[in-house]
Structure formats: structure tokens, C-alpha cells
């Protein structure tokens, strides 16, 4: 199982293709925070699915105009804007798929734990709402901190008697993408066609791409493996040093949030071997929550893939990461039950 298969890449024209169709085909897919950074690109990508019926834009301001701009865009979806608490119900009502990128990102010195104050209360009020209005619905997390907001919403759920733990990711898909481009730029590979599966969870340390089992498959120099993870780890950081106070990757993520609702959209209607890693409840490791490749389905996971065999130093890495994920996952468990 040790491969990532590039789930999105005919990421425009998805859904010209014809799948053998079950329910989903033309789900309604909703984005709370839509009106941010992350949130109006994310928007624009989606529109443009034919999978997509319908796109629930979802903020506490702004969405209105946002959902007005894309409306004008000559594809199927249609789209609303929903605004403030008093409209999220109906925002949420028949969604198959809702992506949250709600929340504060980092400015430079800062880490993505650092946001857990802010956006751990926004992850638990969204997922409360999605849990009760839409059970069902596949739930989709970017904000972060990944490592916490995934457990926040998890224990909601269960406390609300509808957890699947199928059904819910924590979006790294930006660590895979990442990945595959510095790959490719380093080593010469077809960028479209390197795949480097990212274990863990989804901050500095505890991000873990899986040089050794990179295909098309690479050697690495020992210098070369530690260099390229430790600028993997840290790339969200250079982006936000380079926007020097204007935020974190805003492009790149609506990019990777879209590559991965497009392959769950075409898991959900009976595509085969679609393949994306994201921070789940996993039972790969000790830890409650983790990062691998997954098969995902009709029903969102089908099957974890597992990490494969790791080489002593990924196997060291993993170790190394184990106290700070495992604090992560502890502190988002124990916020929702406070
Ligand atoms: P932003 O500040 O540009 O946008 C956030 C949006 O969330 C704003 O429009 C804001 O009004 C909205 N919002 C705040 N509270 C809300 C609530 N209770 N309900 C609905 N919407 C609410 O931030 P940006 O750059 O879009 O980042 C969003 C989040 O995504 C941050 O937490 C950031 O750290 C995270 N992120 C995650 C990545 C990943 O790989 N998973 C990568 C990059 C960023």
C-alpha cells in the first residue's frame, strides 16, 4: 500500500467523466469560513465541479457579495451566501460535504498551535452545527490547528451520538502537494506525476513525508532526506514569512482543499482506488488521531492503507513527533469536554 494515487488530476473537468452513479452525483457541498482567504478560492474551484449541485457559502460576514460574484460563473453549481449564526442551520441543510477553513491563520512567529484560543471555539461551534444538522455529511477540517480542531470535532459528535469516524478528516492534503512539488523540483520527476504519501498530523515536527516510498521512486542522499523533510515540515512557515503579516497559504490550500473534496466527491459516486491521506481516528499507531494514505468510498473511508514499511529515519521521526501530536490530540479532547 505504499503509494498516493493523484486522486484530482483532471482537477477541472472533474466530473465529465462517467462513473457508475449512485446518490451523491449532484451533492449540495457547503464551505463555512467562505469568505476568507482560504474560503473564496476554495469557493471558486468547487464551482466549477459538475458533481457539485449546489454551493452553501457560509461566514460571519461577506458571503452574500462572494456568493453574488461566483452566481455569475457559467457552471452548474448553484450558488448562496449564508450570513451569521442565525443562517448556518439552513446553510448546512442536505449537505453531502462540508469544508471548514473558518478561523484566524499565523502570522510570522507564530505556530499553528497558537491559534488553538481562537479557533478551537470556532471548530466546536461549526462541528456542533454540521453534527446536528447534517450527520451525515462527510466533515472536512482546514483550520487549525489540524492536530486539536480534528479531535474537538470528534468528540462533538460523539457527544451528540452520531460520530463515523469514516466521515471525518482533517484536510494535510497541502503537505502532499507540497511535497510532490519539492520532490520534483529537487529530483527532476514529472511534477503531475510524483506521488509522496505524508503521514502524522499536520504541524512542523509532526508532519512526516515518506521520501522512501515516493513514486515514481527517488535516492536520496542522507543530506538530501533530512533537507527536503525539514523544508516540508516547515513550508506553510515560508509562505507566511513571505506574506510578512498578510497571513498563511491561502492558494496553494484551496487548491489541496479542492484536490481532496474532488476525490472524496469521486469516491462518493463509485470511482475505484481513489487514495488521499488526511489526519483521522486511526488505529495505525498509538496516537487516537493520524495522518496516512486512505482508500476512500461511497461512505468516505474505505480502508486505511497504513504507513508501509518505514526506513530508520522516518522510523525516528515518527518517534520524535509521538509527544507533540499526542499533546495536540489531548488538548482538543479535553477543550470539547471542558
Ligand atoms: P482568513 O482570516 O483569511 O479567513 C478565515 C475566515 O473565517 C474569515 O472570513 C472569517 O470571517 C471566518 N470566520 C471566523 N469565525 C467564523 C465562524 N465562527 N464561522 C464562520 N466563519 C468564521 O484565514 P485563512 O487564511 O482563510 O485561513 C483559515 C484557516 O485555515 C486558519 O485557521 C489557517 O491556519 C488554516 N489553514 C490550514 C491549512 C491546512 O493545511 N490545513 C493551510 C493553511 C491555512
Known sequence: ????????????????????????????????????????????????????????????????????????IESAAQVKGYVGDSQLEECLQGSKIVIIPAGVPRKP???????????????????EAASKVCPDAMLCIISNPVNSTVPIASE???????????????????????????????????????????????????????????????????QERESLTVRIQNAGTEVVEAKAGGGS?????????????????????????VVECSFVESDVTELQFFSTPLLLGPNGIEANLGMGTLIDFEQEALEKMKPELSGSIAKGIKFANK
Request: proline share 4%.
Open 249 to 273: 497559504a491561502t492558494l496553494s490550500m484551496a487548491y489541496a482543499g479542492a484536490r481532496f473534496a474532488f476525490a472524496l466527491l469521486q469516491a462518493m459516486n463509485g470511482a475505484k482506488n
Open 109 to 127: 512567529g507564530m505556530t499553528r498551535d497558537d491559534l488553538f484560543n481562537i479557533n478551537a471555539g470556532i471548530a466546536m461551534s461549526l462541528s
Open 156 to 222: 462533538v459528535y460523539k457527544k451528540n451520538g452520531v460520530f463515523d469516524p469514516r466521515k471525518l478528516f482533517g484536510v494535510t492534503t497541502l503537505d502532499v502537494v507540497r511535497a510532490n512539488t519539492f520532490i520534483s523540483e529537487l529530483k527532476g520527476t514529472p511534477v503531475t506525476q510524483t506521488q509522496c504519501p505524508v503521514i502524522g498530523g499536520h504541524a512542523g515536527v509532526t508532519i512526516l513525508p515518506l521520501l522512501s516510498q515516493v513514486e515514481p521512486s527517488c535516492d536520496f542522499t542522507d
Open 1 to 72: 500500500a505504499n503509494f498516493v494515487r493523484r486522486a484530482a488530476c483532471n482537477f477541472l473537468n472533474i466530473g465529465s467523466r462517467n462513473f457508475s452513479v449512485s446518490a451523491p452525483r449532484h451533492a449540495k457541498v457547503s464551505v463555512l469560513g467562505a469568505a476568507g482567504g482560504i474560503g473564496q478560492p476554495l469557493s471558486l474551484l468547487l464551482k466549477q465541479s459538475t458533481l457539485i449541485s449546489e454551493l452553501a457559502l457560509y461566514d460571519v460576514a461577506n458571503t452574500v457579495g462572494v456568493a453574488a460574484d461566483l452566481s455569475h
